[in-house]
């Protein structure tokens, strides 16, 4: 499994993180629009990512104590209709519906997402390459680069978030 540090947090605007992106030369990737289908899952979370004509099936098993540490496993899709297919088999429980912008930083996922009936939202994915220090060093300073210490953090997915409402 692959390991990620998160971040999340609730923003108003994207404008002040957008100009500090572009002042570090941070890497736009662009606009993707996402829909992720969450499915009953015992043993943490499963959702279905659909992006255009791509399908990825994503499991994730996340520590929301401390820090946000992230075990996940991608497995892409091929097929006529994978969501169908997963449909007939799998029992849905929520859509979450999200227009991301995304940013890479120095093996760091920047996304500002506008999630629908939730708002907009700025998320760090930090890759885990070397060792969890490593990880951690670059998690901080782009965290500190964009001064999210005074933003209070989310320890949800959007899913949660939803089911909240």
């Known amino acids: ?3 990620n540090l998160e971040l ?13 992106l572009n002042d570090i030369n941070a890497n736009y990737v662009g ?23 791509s399908y990825t099936l994503i499991k994730y098993l996340r520590n929301e104590k401390n820090k946000r540490w992230s ?10 209709n994978p969501e169908k297919y997963l449909k007939e088999i799998l029992q849905e429980e929520i859509i979450v519906k999200k227009k991301r912008k995304l940013y890479l930083f120095n093996n ?19 890759l885990l390459i070397g060792d969890k220090n490593d990880a951690t060093k670059r998690f901080i300073e782009i965290k500190n680069i964009l001064g999210l210490n005074d933003y209070q ?3 949800k997915s959007y899913k949660n978030l939803l089911e909240e409402k």
Do not use: C, P
């Open 1 to 3: 499994m692959a390991l």
């Open 8 to 20: 999340k947090i609730k923003v108003k605007s994207f404008d002040e993180f957008e100009k500090i």
């Open 31 to 53: 606009i993707i629009n996402q829909k992720d289908i969450y499915y009953k899952f015992k043993n943490g979370l499963l959702k279905l990512r659909v992006e255009n004509n």
């Open 71 to 80: 075990n996940y496993e991608l497995l892409e899709l091929k097929g006529k």
């Open 108 to 126: 760091t996922r920047i996304h500002l997402d506008e999630v629908s009936s939730l708002g907009k939202f700025l998320e760090l994915e930090t």
């Open 153 to 155: 953090e989310i320890r």
